[in-house]
């Protein structure tokens, strides 16, 4: 091998190992710092022998009532359920200024739970139970959809959250 390509080579690893721990360092500081992280499973819901996964899900709380409840001055929870292919509720209105925590859960396939301008992005696995919580600090329409391609109609499955 001559020196030039050699001189090359490793001028390209090191490089890519600098990149490395670059990225390295931005995963420590964000997740140990910022407390940025993936949205963690907070539950599961186990369906009974002979039970469907839907039937175990609509009679567990909070999934029994279904949609916004305000808990606080400017804190609301929103309960969604995901099934191919909606979300219910299919639109929600919230006041500008809203912590909203959203608890969402699936009750066939793998869903996702996207809102188009937000950093609400979780992946809705059967029977767990995910969550999120984001301050709608802007009026609009947000536009929810599912992520996670879901089956035949999974590109028109999609809900609105109305800020207002
Ligand atoms: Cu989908």
Redesign the pocket.
């Known amino acids: 091998m001559n020196h030039e390509a050699e001189r090359y080579e490793r001028l390209f690893l090191i490089i890519s190992g600098l990149f490395l721990v670059g990225f390295l360092i931005v995963l420590a500081y964000t997740s140990i710092h910022m407390g940025v992280m993936l949205p963690g499973k907070v539950g599961v819901i186990e369906a009974k022998a002979g039970e469907s996964l839907a039937a175990a899900v609509f009679r567990t709380p909070p999934f029994d009532h279904l949609g916004v409840k305000k808990i606080g001055p400017d804190d609301y929870e929103a309960v969604y359920f995901a099934q191919?292919?909606a979300f219910f509720p299919r639109e929600i209105d919230l006041p500008v200024g809203a912590r909203v925590k959203f608890i969402a859960t699936s009750v066939d396939v793998t869903?996702?739970f996207f809102i188009a301008g937000t950093r609400v992005n979780m992946m809705l696995l059967p029977g767990q139970i995910s969550e999120e919580t984001y301050t709608f600090r802007k009026a609009g329409k947000y536009l929810l959809l599912?992520?996670?391609?879901?089956?035949l109609l999974?590109?028109t499955?999609h809900a609105w959250v109305i800020v207002k």
């Open positions: 191919a292919w869903h996702g599912c992520h996670e391609y879901c089956g999974h590109q499955m």
